[in-house]
């Protein structure tokens, strides 16, 4: 399946838990960290969320906002919200065509 | 423990992220998995700490280009319309060369507007950005060898039968349908206004539509002057929307962040 996060290698499912994250609004690394245990059932170590996050923010995918304390809170671009759309419509088609073909209908 | 994690990352690494780095390890114990985490994020931080370097370097010309394509995608909606406007001869009689200097101008101005948008929309879409890119641009440059072909031939046939005219004509007319081509992809990336694309796209349409109606003929007179008079409008609005909003997003990128 075409990624759209191409060049992230084992980096670009983490991305991908990011970007959900970050949907509803900014979040700084814990909350992320929080949101994708609890969505995902894994914990995301802190080194990955990191490599991840630079090559985000790298991509103008995501952008930082100023910090609150020492915490960094990241928030969305419209690259990056696009970029989310685009992947979350391929993985919901293949999802479909998953459950298509295990002859099982979508909820 | 965290200090000496934090210290297995580059130092370009550090100086970015280390702060707020140590504040999320403070915020829950350490354990095994997230040494072995850690570590091998500082590995993949230092192989790639050369190429952060460049992409430090290349997000300076990213906001940039952001703000150098803005402005001359004000300037060049500007120069169009006004040569467009000038070279029809329905409003104002002026010099040639006036109008010859301002086609040579808002052919630039196009240009590079054109190269600082499409650097920023590059980073979602490279493929559909640099071909939205390349077909307004190659009728730009089209356009510029016209108006140079006007001011030094004149009449005469400068390749095969065409004249110069024909030329312009033809360079400019690809700049319509490339700008509607270029509508469409930033309509597509979302990367800046989709309203100002939407603009630009209608715009780009109608002005095309205006020529090929006038060449074929068949129409009222009076369609063809208000399809090219809200066409004319409808670019220059487009161009000058997306250059204002390309140098909002500049700002926004360039804004100082707290260290």
New interface residues.
């Given amino acids: 399946m075409e990624s759209n996060l191409p060049e992230f290698g084992r980096f670009a499912e983490p991305s991908l838990l990011i970007l959900v994250s970050l949907s509803d609004g900014p979040k700084h690394g814990y909350a992320i960290m929080q949101d994708v245990e609890r969505g995902t059932g894994r914990p995301m170590g802190a080194g990955t969320l990191y490599a991840a996050l630079a090559r985000l923010e790298e991509r103008g995918i995501i952008e930082a906002l100023p910090p609150e304390d020492r915490r960094r809170p990241y928030r969305l671009t419209a690259i990056g919200a696009t970029n989310l759309a685009e992947q979350l419509h391929r993985l919901s088609r293949f999802a479909q065509m998953g459950l298509r073909q295990l002859g099982e209908t979508s909820p | 423990m965290i200090a000496f994690l934090i210290r297995c990352y580059p130092s370009s690494?550090r100086a970015?992220?280390g702060?707020?780095?140590?504040?999320?390890?403070e915020?829950?114990p350490v354990g095994p998995?997230?040494v072995?985490?850690?570590?091998?994020?500082?590995l993949?931080?230092r192989r790639r700490s050369r190429g952060?370097a460049a992409?430090l370097s290349s997000?300076r010309g990213?906001t940039m280009s952001l703000r150098i394509g803005g402005i001359a995608a004000i300037l060049a909606g500007i120069l169009w319309a006004t040569s467009l406007v000038l070279a029809s001869g329905t409003i104002l009689e002026v010099d040639g060369i006036v109008t010859g200097l301002l086609l040579v101008a808002g052919a630039v101005t196009l240009l590079v507007a054109l190269a600082g948008l499409s650097a920023f929309q590059a980073?979602?879409h490279p493929l559909l950005s640099w071909v939205a890119f390349a077909v307004p641009a190659a009728g730009a440059v089209v356009s510029l060898v016209g108006v140079a072909g006007m001011t030094f031939v004149g009449d005469r046939p400068m390749v095969g039968d065409l004249s110069p005219w024909y030329i312009w004509v033809f360079g400019t007319l690809t700049v319509f349908l490339g700008s509607g081509l270029f509508a469409i992809v930033t309509y597509r990336?979302?990367?800046?206004s989709r309203i100002a694309a939407i603009t630009l796209g209608v715009g780009s349409v109608a002005v095309t539509l205006a020529v090929l109606i006038g060449a074929v003929g068949g129409v009222p007179e009076a369609i063809g002057i208000v399809l090219t008079l809200a066409g004319v409008v409808s670019f220059l609005v487009g161009w000058c929307a997306l250059g204002v909003d390309a140098i909002r997003l500049d700002r926004?990128?360039a804004a100082p962040?707290?260290a």
């Fill in positions: 690494w970015r992220y702060d707020e780095f140590a504040a999320l390890l915020e829950r998995f997230d072995a985490d850690i570590l091998l994020g500082a993949d931080a952060h992409t997000g990213f980073r979602a990336t979302a990367a800046l926004i990128s962040r707290p």
